[in-house]
């Protein structure tokens, strides 16, 4: 049975899973044997059950060939561990035995995952002559006695984290975060995902006694990454439009050995920042100052060039009692730019940085919402709808400034009613204040169109409360004030 933390809406489960316990066991079964010697000795065991089947049933054996020919014929990288994520990938996407079937369209699974969708076939034949479920049945209580050891700690790091952020885990409705354990890999590996609103972290335990005492041998530190991602994405998410004056540090960044995906997105950028300076300043004791400004310089070297700009400011986020979501805003509005890209500037930049652990499911997703302004812009309002729309049916980014772009889009089409329901609904969705105060203006433009000044004259108060800061909402709005709102003459 899965463990759940959160008592609220949002489930924090910690469980197993026959489908990813029988993808690895195939590979185990074709030469997957990374670490094997410092793992669980359920591994060795599940082997050697398999084994023993294999040597009793030649349809067993014929059934392992095929998985081993398919496997085989896919190697992604001479990297073990790197074969063995794609398939990890996929097996978080398959539905459970006995037919292990993809739940999406091949082109709608992550990159690395559809590369390999046909791994289902050749598995589903394996799992039922190898007889995987008898052999998954036997190894149960392994299975619980390993969720057991990680009980305790999980509960810690989510209720030190929650305090720490002052922001409970169920605030985002609709997210979850699951964390998956299993013996068939290396114990020195650890998988983790972000697929747009699930987040996954798939753990290989150590041995017993290895495990009983030390956080890193129970990878809570690789735990703790991914679930700070999962509370701070949303909040980049919700604030672009504050993320995007950012983008200017992208700049400093290109010679810096980042992955790079960091290097063209700047949300990802900030909040890797954000989450390394937050990690950084949870680490060890009061007394280990020196450690953490050692820890802040690596990361800026790194190419992280946020990090001491933001350790810097939950630094003075402890002692306020306002919670995460409500400093935020303050956190990027206070960054003074051309004093962050000087301090890039003049950076040594390191020659290698660590792999970022929590990998997207679909990077090009995330800029998805941009490419849909962009199309908008260019006179391509189909366009910009359709991404718009596949943002909020799959529920890609900042759902508000999906429903702003479907606005808009109703507004190029002369769709007054379309354009007035979906600027309320993404003030509801949405807390940038860019799509807050252009929200309001064009409510207050299209009651003046219907001589409904009063409303009108509500909503352009509405859009200086909201983005008031913002000199061109702040302009339109006092504009709508001042007078009724007339549509451009058409020209003669």
Known sequence: MPFCLAQNQIPITLDSSETIFSVLTALNACGYDQDLAISDATRSNVRSEVQRVLHDSAEAEAARAAVCDYYQNHVASKDANRNLSQYISLALYMDGPPHFMPRLKVDELPPDAALIAPFGTVLERFYEKADLHAIWERHRKDYAAAMNRYHEPLAKMVFDTEIYLKQPSSQYLGRTFTIYLDFMGSPNETDAR???????VVIFPAPPAHAGAPPQALKMDQI??????????PLAEKHYSSIKRLEPLLQSVRRAPLEQSFKTDISLLVTECLVRAIEIRTTGSKG????RAQAVDDAVKQGYILTRYFYNAITAF?????GIRGAYSAFLDNVDLKKEEKAASEVQFASAAAPELVRLSRPEERRMLVTAEKRLAAGDPKGAQELAQMALDKKIGDQGRALFILAEVAVANKNREGAQDNFQKAIAASSDPTVLGWSHV???????????????????????NAGGRLPEIKAAAEKGLEQAYEPPAKPQ
């Open 288 to 291: 280990e100052e020196a450690m």
């Open 442 to 464: 064009y409510l207050g433009r299209i009651l003046d169109m219907k001589e409904d000044r009063e409303g009108a004259l509500q909503e352009y108060q509405a859009a200086l």
């Open 194 to 200: 972000n697929y747009g609103s699930a987040y996954y």
């Open 224 to 233: 703790r990454h991914t679930f700070l991602h999962y509370e701070m994405d």
């Open 318 to 322: 402890e002692k306020d009692p306002a």
